[in-house]
């Protein structure tokens, strides 16, 4: 089975970047879908985007669409999140999800791993 570590979060401004990396162990990368999800305090775990096997198959939740990206490198068994134009709203707890599925979901339910996650704070 897979192991995931999140890094790259912190404290940025308003119309700022940062990258973060989830960094996997264990099992065979590349037949994971993986996706990345985000909490904050009192809400729900919400999806923000996923990526197929091969890197192809990408999707985000609307509010992050044109701002992030995301993508994986399988023979380094790392996935990304490259966060720009940050607004207050994306402060949330930042998590990866790692599962042996055929296609992406958005419900965190059917994600079996993930890593401790990595707080991302957007100050105003």
């Known amino acids: 089975q897979v192991q995931l570590v999140e890094s790259g979060g912190g404290l940025v401004q308003a119309g700022g970047s940062l990258r973060l990396s989830c960094a996997a162990s264990?099992?065979?990368?590349?037949?994971?879908?993986m996706a990345w999800f985000r909490q904050a305090p009192g809400k729900e775990r919400e999806f923000v985007a996923g990526?197929?096997?091969?890197?192809?198959?990408?999707y985000y939740v609307d509010s992050v669409k044109g701002r992030f990206t995301i993508s994986r490198d399988n023979a380094k068994k790392v996935m990304y999140l490259q966060m720009n134009s940050l607004k207050p709203e994306d402060t949330a707890v930042y998590y990866c999800?790692?599962?042996?599925?055929?296609?992406?979901?958005?419900?965190?339910?059917?994600?079996?791993?993930w890593g401790q996650g990595t707080q991302v704070t957007v100050s105003s």
């Open positions: 990526i197929g096997w091969s890197g192809v198959k990408i």
């Open positions: 264990g099992g065979t990368f590349s037949t994971y879908v």
């Open positions: 999800g790692a599962d042996q599925r055929l296609t992406v979901s958005r419900s965190s339910s059917v994600y079996n791993y």
